[in-house]
């Protein structure tokens, strides 16, 4: 099964990398950049028959910090 | 006193934390390899060296955290051997869950590599008893994520507890209340970002950051 988890950084902590795309965007010369915030797309093939509480081991174990980071999975269709 | 320097694929900074254990313990510390899952019998003290342990792919010190030596480190550290994290070493005792907090990409997107005022908040450390609490001392930075980051409950508590060591007398990398360096509730294990190592005789321009491993010699001893 493919997996996509989301990481992202929690809201309130500070995303010097969003600021600077956000920058970078007017300064292309776009207007009405409210925000930019930089996250993580992580995709896994993993067995069908893992289990919700082993993936969601997987993200707080290693895959996101949650000091700083939520994180979001998503489950694709299962391989035929 | 028998040290150990752990050596992750990435750190570039265990040579230089050797030289300076040595140059205080007189002897050379044992380097341990990061698949061992055993300290050296009779260790003293660790020290995570700094560098760039594995490309700092995911985040900074994420991978190491989880290499089989940790886990040696983790149950010594409990037991309340000193832990010494030196920049990516204190990155990694951060995601080990070893010392509150996390170091994020530096507030101003710059690696920042030259030398920093720190202001010794706690001299009563395991780590600081050389210094006078209140003292500057100047000290090199070299890093890309130095920022720490805690939430406003765990700065406070940190704080109160006495448990920030080091703060800069500056703001260099856009770290909360510009601290520096974070010991753990025990007293035993201290993460900094800045190199004590790379200050330790006159030919590195001053020698401030001996005194750190003078201290633990002592406590040690």
Redesign the interface.
Known sequence: MKLRIYVTLKPG??D??GK?IEHALAGLGFSGIEGARVGKLIELEVADSTDDSAIDAMCR???A?T??ENYRIERLEPAK | MKTAVIVFPGSNCDRDIAVALEAVTGRKPAMVWHRESELPEGTGLVALPGGFSYGDY??SG?MAA?SPIMRAVSDAAAKGLPVLGICNGFQVL??AGLL???L??????NFVCRNVALTVENAQTAFTSRYAAGERILIPVAHHDG?Y??DAATLDRIEGEGRVAFRYAENVN?SARNIAGVLNDAGNVLGMMPHPERRIEAAHGGDEGRRLFEGLLELVA
Do not use: D
Not at chain 2, 104 to 109: T, V
């Open positions: 902590v500070l010097p990398q600077a174990q290693l895959l910090n000091v700083i | 995911l985040r994420a989880r951060t995601e509150p907090g996390a994020m990409r530096n507030a101003g997107l920022n980051f805690a856009g």
